[in-house]
């Protein structure tokens, strides 16, 4: 079960993924240092100290395989991975990721099972503007059997082609996502629907919209997305040639974003 939604950059990046696992243990298995651990990082992570969140998370995957117990491998080994993610460690991340998948492949765990690790992978392609991988991997996070993996899936891979200039997929994923009523999930499906307009060159009415989902993004704590809004409306203010609004924005964003920290 995951518990504490939290806005890592969406989706991590774009505000989009879940959160983390919970520390309960997985069914028909009862370990308190295992429950401990992971119960102690979320609550770290929770209040952004990733740090001591990601050692807590490495050293409950330490006694998740004690156990050989794949769902608490997997649920530790996401935990870590979203952990690495936040923190901008790409290559650790990655590794972490390879880690857990072969784990739990060699214990029987299918891909759709593991579709949120493909998750978390595609958005580390994101960050590093890997579009084509992200979205690659962002496609087998559709697999998932989950809803909420399975809707930050379609929302990734709408940002990825938004960047590889895919009006198709974008306009998949915006059908998909327009069935939720999920908050997340409507918050995510505008940020697409103004990609399109921006595509489209329907300057004045993404910049309207722009304004309207940073102030939605700020209230919900979404500062990443926030961030993202602010440069598509002064993307579109650019574009209208209204250059020193687009400037006085693009400022905004860069304080926002010197200001960010992970302690």
């Known amino acids: 079960m995951k518990v504490g939604v ?9 505000g989009m993924l879940s959160g983390c696992f919970g520390g309960g243990n997985p069914k028909g298995w009862h370990d308190p240092r295992y429950e401990s651990l992971m119960d102690v990082g979320n609550s770290v992570f929770d209040l952004e100290h990733l740090k001591p969140a990601r050692q807590q998370y490495r050293a409950a995957l330490d006694r ?22 936040r923190l901008k460690l790409f ?10 998948t072969q784990a739990l492949t060699v214990r029987g765990w299918t891909d759709a099972q593991q579709a949120d690790l493909h998750l978390i992978r595609a958005s580390v392609f994101y960050e590093q503007k890997q579009w084509q991988a992200s979205f690659a991997e962002a496609e087998r996070a559709k697999q998932s059997l989950e809803g ?12 990825d082609a ?10 998949d994923a915006i059908a998909f996502l327009s069935k939720s009523h999920d908050g997340r999930d409507q918050a995510n499906m505008k940020e697409l629907l103004i990609h399109r307009e921006l595509m489209d060159q329907q300057w004045q ?11 939605i993004q700020e209230e919900a704590l979404h500062y990443e997305s926030m961030r993202r809004a602010l440069r598509m409306q002064a993307q579109a203010l650019r574009a209208m040639g209204q ?15 010197k200001t960010h920290s992970t302690p």
């Open 205 to 215: 009415r993404a910049a309207d919209d722009a304004h309207n989902l940073a102030q």
């Open 64 to 85: 998740a395989f004690m156990a050989n117990n794949a769902q608490a491998i997997h649920d530790a080994g996401f935990n870590l991975a979203l952990s690495e993610l």
């Open 6 to 14: 939290l806005a890592c950059s969406l989706i991590c990046i774009a």
């Open 148 to 159: 909420a993996t399975q809707a930050e899936a379609y929302a990734l891979a709408g940002l």
């Open 91 to 100: 290559q650790d991340c990655l590794a972490t990721l390879q880690h857990i």
């Open 162 to 171: 938004a960047e590889l200039r895919d009006p198709s997929h974008m306009d």
């Open 243 to 257: 250059d020193d609004a687009a400037r006085d924005l693009l400022q905004q964003a860069v304080d926002s974003q």
